[in-house]
């Protein structure tokens, strides 16, 4: 069953965060201490300099503690890196950073589905590392995080993503029909057409991975 | 307004408003290398930098005053400096490694661990269940593991030529009076809760933490799990019954109830074994814990109840028709505990039990109602200094009220005691770097019945030889006060007392383990008596002894062969003991030189299937051979048992499931019972204890239903 669940996981190595879109941005005003801050962060990101980029929102989550984006996105990047890491030491450390950043972030923003996914890849990543030790544990947790977030969010295109390629896996593994998941897919792509982040330098990915799911597995 | 002109200031002159203040340093780990990639910045404002290859940084401020630098790394502790800005140039700054980290010495001195929130675990949870031999017994699993002797028609632990009173288990920290099922003679009782409540397992085969008594051998820690994943519902058909679990979540609680239903009269009507069952093994029980956050704090109560009833003739040399045996038993046990993480440091725990046990037993004519209410309470206390000191201390009590009614045509006694003990302990967890950690401990106990006071150090070490290597020791006094079947009759005894002394060396890299522990176990005031079997006219001392050596060896490897996982388990053992009615030091019965287990599971990925294997080997077991002068002279030939399993996932929430054990139906012979008297020419009859049965075969069915539809029960099995 373990190795089950490491083969489900294969998939979501794959789940690079698609460049945070730089968010449409009021080029007149003088930016903020905490624009220029986000900005310079997520252009490092993009130099793949994904360290520089961590330690940069590091710094501006210790100067704004009452903003859980900064926190957030210095979790996603230990996480994103956790994928590729074989390491175990290196993995425990990154990873527990992550739910240190993951922790503030939840005190700041409680029943954020954002927040949720990433708790969720946090696990995913776990069970990638180690499925027979760690995916009995954190497989079906992942998956209430995955079914809480949409909860929350119904309407969220990259949370219905998210969970739709999740239990797509599965579904795939069993010979199971994925259609459900694909409709789900198709919805998000639709979802993604009109979706609008809730502020400047929301996570906004997720368009490109629905589609290139959709034209793998869907069509 | 007032901001744009200061804009306009700045721009124009910078410099003079602003004095620009450079912040430089390099930054370096323990060992003085460079660090490369270090978090430098001030805290509260955006200026900071990151630290190039030699370790270097330098950022410029417009900050002035005393401010704070913060510098942090992945895998070190954060590292903060408070100083005026115009100081802080040239830096030079070490970094203290993380403890927190896997690299971290662990004392493994003893134990073992099952579970994801130990750095080195031997088993994984899923071991508990998927062992071939195990048949979803959590003692059955841990029997593959070096330490323990192959008493195959106990099924108890024994640990390191104790017997299996030595071995005391306890549910979150709450000690299980009764842990076991009741069975008849030469069938192996299982554990009574079911492993897929827990979710954390340590197994200590000696030397163990100052925070346990009254077990002179061995503990088993079983922790509940804190939060179930999700609600679902589970149910099992087996060969031999069913089951059917539930679990609900509510927003700060959750609820998970379990019942079962095992009848083997089918089974033993399709292949009858060798007792011969006027009414086969019959149990019914239930399960339920729940729990409950309460702000910080968390609240579980667990709940247990099963009744078990047979009857069956045995075989007996000294009775031709043979003996008749009747049991009914009724246990309840329950554990409430509740924990909160509280400010600066502090965890308090605070938990109970209660166990009533209620048992008649009928032996041919005679009948005899034991009646057990006991209980356990604990307070402990934790403070953590910081990462690299914690200090635990607590203290609890333990109360029994034993009561038992002998009736037997030419005899009747009403036989009991109340037996109080109170203990403190406290512990101490120093971990000087990575490399070295100690834990130090002294636990002292009152027994009311003896009016005697014990005091336990117990005292740990470990060393890190290597990247994946490390050293344990282990020294502990433990004591223990006899079981009912002694204390029924007198309290006029002291406490059974073993000392141990254990070293350790454990290598673990890539998915590979090996561990060798030699230890040496000194028994003093083990309980002696003057007849076959006590009664109240028996004659109790203390001045029984013995010792316990040997080596065991342990290696898992789930890395060098493709899909399959497998670990190795071999014990020596040297033991001998003067207890009981024993006329000089001997083997005991229960124990033997050699035991090997060699445990294999092969995941077939076409299949979705697990296939599972398991061979133990124990070497000769002692016996008397009252035709020949001495006593446990002789050694029974070596015991033999391959067994295999195979789950078959028919989808994701269905599972198939066919376990055998003994393929090959070795005949295995546990001992031997002489007749009370010799026959026309001076010999002894003797016969084989045999088990019940030489295999055992089981099917079973199991669906789980939940929202998601992912999860399964394999971790049922």
Known sequence: ?219 | MKISVLAFLLLIFPSVLLSQNIVSGTVLDNKGVPVFGANVYLEGTYDGSTSDESGKFSFETSETGTQTLTISYVSFEPTKIIDDISKMKDLKITLREDVNSLETVTISAGSFSAGDNSKISVLKPLDIVTTASALGDFVGALQTLPGTTTVAEDGRLFVRGGDAGETQIFIDGIRVFTPYSPTANNVPTRGRYSPFLFDGITFSTGGYSAEYGQALSSVLLLNTIDEPTQEKTDIALMSVGGGLGHTEKWEKSSLSVNASYINLAPYIAILPDRNDWQKPFETASGEAVFRQKIGDGLLKVYGAFDTSDFELTQEDINQPEGTRFKLNNQNFYTNASYSEILNKGWTIFGGGSYTYGKTKVGIDEGNIKDTENSAHLKLKLKKRFSNRFKLNFGVEQFVTDFNEDYDEPNFAAQLGYNNNISAAFTEADIIFSRKLALKLGFRGEYSELFKEFTVSPRVSFAYKTGKSSQLSLAYGDFFQQPDSEVLKFTNNLEAQHTQHYIMNYQYSANNRIFRAEVYRKQYTNLVTYNDEFPDINTTFKNNGDGFAQGLDLFWRDNQTLKNIDYWVSYSYLDTQRKYKNYPFEATPSFANTHNLSVVGKYWINDWKSQIGFSYQYGSGRTYTDLNKAGFLQNKTRGYNSVSLNWAYLLSQQKILYVSVNNVFAFKNVNGYQYANAPDINGNFDRRELLPAADQFFFVGFFWTISDDGKDNQLDNL
């Open chain 1, 1 to 219: 069953m373990q190795n089950v669940v490491t083969y489900l996981m294969i998939f979501f190595t794959a789940l690079i965060m698609q460049g945070q879109t730089d968010s449409e941005v009021n080029t007149t005003a003088q930016p903020t201490k905490y624009q220029q801050g986000m900005r310079k962060a997520f252009q490092l990101w993009q130099e793949n300099k994904s360290w520089e980029a961590a330690n940069v929102f590091e710094r501006i989550a210790a100067a704004e503690p009452d903003n859980w984006l900064p926190p957030y996105y210095v979790a996603q990047i230990n996480v994103i890196n956790s994928f590729t890491e074989k390491d175990g030491t290196k993995l425990k450390a990154q990873l527990d950073k992550a739910q240190d950043f993951i922790n503030d972030a939840t005190a700041i923003s409680k029943e954020n589905p954002d927040l949720l996914v990433l708790q969720a890849q946090l696990y995913t990543a776990w069970i990638v590392y180690d499925g027979q030790q760690y995916g009995m544990t954190y497989s079906p947790k992942a998956s209430e995080l995955y079914s809480k977030a949409l909860a929350l969010a119904p309407d969220n295109p990259r949370i219905i993503l998210a969970k739709a390629e999740w239990d797509m896996g599965g579904a795939k593994y069993f010979g199971q029909s994925i259609e459900p998941y694909c409709k789900d897919i198709q919805r998000a792509i639709e979802l993604f057409a009109t979706f609008k982040p809730a502020g400047e330098f929301y996570p906004t990915y997720g368009e490109e991975r629905a589609k290139q799911i959709q034209a793998e597995s869907c069509i």
